[in-house]
């Protein structure tokens, strides 16, 4: 018995929401809001750095992750499990 038999099968769909030029704008914009949003729960979670530093990545992330919501490159990922 493989390693590869126990794993389930996953099929995952990449959906372009854009022509290459603008999708990897929007692709950097969507990296630099995830670390917008991390960097707010590593605060929260924490208790740590200012309320003004908070307050910037929240607009980092209000102003960045809609472009990326609507020309970004997105990956849906389908679980296939017949044990459940």
Do not use: C
């Amino acid at each position: 018995m493989r390693y590869d038999d126990d794993v389930p099968e996953w099929k995952s769909t990449r959906i372009d929401n854009s022509r290459p030029p603008l999708r990897w704008i929007a692709n950097l914009a969507g990296h630099f809001a995830s670390n917008a949003m991390l960097r707010m729960f590593n605060r929260e979670e924490n208790k740590t750095g200012s309320s003004f530093g908070h307050e910037v990545d929240k607009i980092i992330w209000d102003k960045l992750w809609p472009v990326y919501d609507r020309w970004g490159t997105q990956y849906r990922v389908d679980f296939e499990d017949d044990e459940v």
